[in-house]
């Protein structure tokens, strides 16, 4: 299954994705994970993306692209993925279209602008592995240690709240028209995001049924 997450930064794409991947076995691509460690590594990649990234807008089409053409074409690709993040931009979907990728479902995570600002403010990740945490919806069993790798949790660059701010800009400007696109195709599913992360589970792995 080929599986597209669609919503606002916050929405809780990568917590779905996390589970959507363990209940399909099949891997998760998050773009925004894969120039965050190319920024960490301080690559080619993440020179490139660092000023937009800071900014919170959107890295150039072309340079996301070529990322996701590399990632697509690895093996553990081959019966199917979660694109987190990916595509952002209608341009963005059309190539993916033209490079002949069949989209199964689009999820669209939907959540109020006050409530994201909320929870990105509470949210703590782990700079080694990349799991998400929030101080209050999913705490680690040990404060401030990633269960995985025990890693010390940090908050990430672009979450500040001026830097939000413009991130929900942008998402409302190039990325909300991929709902009508997709809503056009048939493949679109909107999920009313939750207070509770475990009823947006529910309705996450309801709407993959459906
Ligand atoms: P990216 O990492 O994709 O950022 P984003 O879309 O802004 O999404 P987030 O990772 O911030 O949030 P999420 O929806 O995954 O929410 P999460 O599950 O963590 O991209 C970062 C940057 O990279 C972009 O700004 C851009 O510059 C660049 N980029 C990436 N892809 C690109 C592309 N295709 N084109 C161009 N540029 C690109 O949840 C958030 C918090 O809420 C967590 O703490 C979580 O625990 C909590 N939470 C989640 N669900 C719930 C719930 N139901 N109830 C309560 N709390 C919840």
């Known amino acids: 299954?080929?599986?597209?997450?669609?919503?606002?930064?916050?929405?809780?794409?990568?917590?779905?994705?996390?589970?959507?991947?363990?209940?399909?076995?099949?891997?998760?691509?998050?773009?925004?994970?894969?120039?965050?460690?190319?920024?960490?590594?301080?690559?080619?990649?993440?020179?490139?993306?660092?000023?937009?990234?800071?900014?919170?807008?959107?890295?150039?089409?072309?340079?996301?692209?070529?990322?996701?053409?590399?990632?697509?074409?690895?093996?553990?690709?081959?019966?199917?993925?979660?694109?987190?993040?990916?595509?952002?931009?209608?341009?963005?979907?059309?190539?993916?279209?033209?490079?002949?990728v069949h989209i199964d479902r689009v999820i669209e995570i939907d959540v109020d602008d006050e409530v994201i600002a909320r929870r990105m403010s509470g949210r703590r990740v782990c700079p080694s592995c990349g799991t998400s945490y929030h101080i209050e919806h999913k705490q680690p069993k040990k404060r401030d240690v990633c269960d995985n790798c025990g890693d010390t949790l940090v908050q990430r660059e672009d979450d500040r709240p001026e830097t939000v701010r413009e991130r929900l800009r942008v998402y409302h400007e190039q990325t909300a028209p991929l709902k009508n696109y997709y809503a056009d195709r048939n493949k679109l599913y909107v999920v009313k995001g939750q207070e509770d992360v475990n009823d947006t589970i529910r309705l996450t792995l309801a709407a993959l049924k459906s």
């Open 1 to 100: 299954m080929r599986i597209v997450l669609l919503g606002a930064p916050g929405a809780g794409k990568g917590t779905q994705a996390e589970v959507i991947s363990r209940e399909k076995n099949i891997p998760t691509i998050s773009t925004g994970n894969i120039i965050r460690d190319a920024l960490k590594s301080g690559s080619e990649l993440g020179k490139k993306a660092r000023k937009y990234i800071e900014a919170g807008h959107l890295v150039p089409d072309d340079i996301v692209i070529d990322i996701i053409r590399e990632r697509l074409s690895r093996p553990d690709c081959k019966d199917g993925f979660i694109l987190d993040g990916f595509p952002r931009t209608i341009p963005q979907a059309e190539e993916l279209e033209r490079m002949g």
